[in-house]
């Protein structure tokens, strides 16, 4: 039921900015934290940022604060990912999340692919 579509990777510069949208079914989107994680080939998937139901709190990894800022647009079901000034230790597939207490971490979309190279 629980559906999780992400999109707007793509290959771009170092220096360059991005932004990946996730649109959600199957669940009360309003009621439910949103998170996007990373990850990288030979890595583990990292958690990236969460934003609370109704976007007034966030909180991001170490290595993209600063640099990306997650928002959501609760009449869309939808969460985003502005990612600015790229370095080439970003490129990873990302993924969005539904914070849904024990169903945390256990329904993924196929992710989107984000290259950062020159």
């Known amino acids: 039921q629980v559906q999780l579509v992400e999109s707007g990777g793509g290959l771009v510069q170092p220096g360059g900015s991005l932004r990946l949208s996730c649109a959600a079914s199957g669940f009360t989107f309003r009621n439910v934290p949103m998170s996007w994680y990373r990850q990288a080939p030979g890595k583990e998937r990292e958690l990236v940022a969460v934003?609370?139901?109704?976007?007034?709190?966030?909180n991001y990894a170490d290595s993209v604060k600063g640099r990306f800022t997650i928002s959501r647009d609760n009449a869309k079901n939808t969460v985003y990912l502005q990612m600015n000034s790229l370095k080439p230790e970003d490129t990873a597939v990302y993924y969005c999340?539904?914070?849904?207490?024990?169903?945390?971490?256990?329904?993924w979309g196929q992710g989107t692919q984000v290259t950062v190279s020159s």
């Open positions: 934003i609370t139901v109704a976007g007034g709190n966030t």
């Open positions: 999340n539904a914070e849904i207490g024990w169903l945390s971490r256990m329904y």
